[in-house]
């Protein structure tokens, strides 16, 4: 209910309002860019570049109480931009150090890793699938929506992931 009020009042031109929305979902965002681009400082260019699309684009969102789904979308567009535009791969170890100092896992150990190279493992839709439904907390409804892909797949494409990263843990 809250956010939207806040999106309402964006979308007449209240900066104040966009920026607590901002300050709501910036670590939401932050680590779902993260563990698809797996570099700290291109999530952080792409969750700027998702909130400057959003704030500029804020009245086409229809429906004020789907702006969670819709910036998350923007995100994940973004973010696959980003991708293909730079072709690069970055090693896991390479991030692991970022979530620690973040605190995304309470405990720094093997299980960690491994589970990071679990989920690496995965197929980019997949694996975007199961970060948004087990790290942004996602419902499989807004998932699809986020995805562009009917209910049925994204929950085929958590399952098929779990039991992948499963063999491998």
């Given at each position: 209910?809250?956010?939207?009020?806040?999106?309402?009042?964006?979308?007449?031109?209240?900066?104040k309002?966009?920026?607590?929305?901002?300050?709501r979902?910036?670590?939401?965002?932050?680590?779902?860019?993260?563990?698809?681009?797996?570099?700290?400082?291109?999530?952080?260019?792409?969750?700027?570049?998702t909130?400057l699309?959003?704030f500029?684009?804020?009245?086409?969102?229809k429906?004020?109480?789907?702006?969670?789904?819709?910036?998350?979308?923007?995100?994940?567009?973004?973010?696959?931009?980003?991708?293909?535009?730079?072709?690069?791969?970055?090693?896991?170890?390479?991030?692991?150090?970022?979530?620690?100092?973040?605190?995304?896992?309470?405990?720094?150990?093997?299980?960690?890793?491994?589970?990071?190279?679990?989920?690496?493992?995965?197929?980019?839709?997949?694996?975007?699938?199961?970060?948004?439904?087990?790290?942004q907390?996602?419902?499989?409804?807004?998932?699809?929506?986020?995805?562009?892909?009917?209910?049925?797949t994204?929950?085929?494409r958590?399952?098929?992931?779990?039991?992948?990263?499963?063999?491998?843990?």
């Amino acid at each position: 209910m809250e956010d939207e009020r806040l999106v309402a009042a964006a979308k007449k031109g209240n900066s104040k309002a966009f920026g607590t929305l901002v300050d709501r979902y910036h670590n939401q965002l932050y680590f779902t860019a993260l563990g698809i681009l797996r570099s700290g400082w291109d999530a952080l260019d792409v969750c700027q570049e998702t909130f400057l699309k959003a704030f500029s684009s804020i009245d086409t969102l229809k429906d004020n109480s789907k702006f969670k789904a819709w910036i998350t979308k923007i995100l994940i567009n973004k973010s696959n931009d980003h991708l293909r535009k730079s072709k690069k791969t970055v090693l896991v170890e390479n991030y692991v150090e970022d979530l620690k100092s973040l605190g995304f896992f309470e405990k720094y150990d093997d299980i960690s890793i491994d589970l990071l190279k679990a989920l690496d493992s995965l197929n980019e839709q997949t694996r975007t699938a199961i970060y948004l439904r087990y790290f942004q907390d996602l419902s499989i409804k807004e998932i699809a929506q986020v995805m562009n892909c009917p209910e049925g797949t994204v929950k085929s494409r958590i399952s098929n992931g779990l039991k992948e990263m499963r063999l491998l843990l």
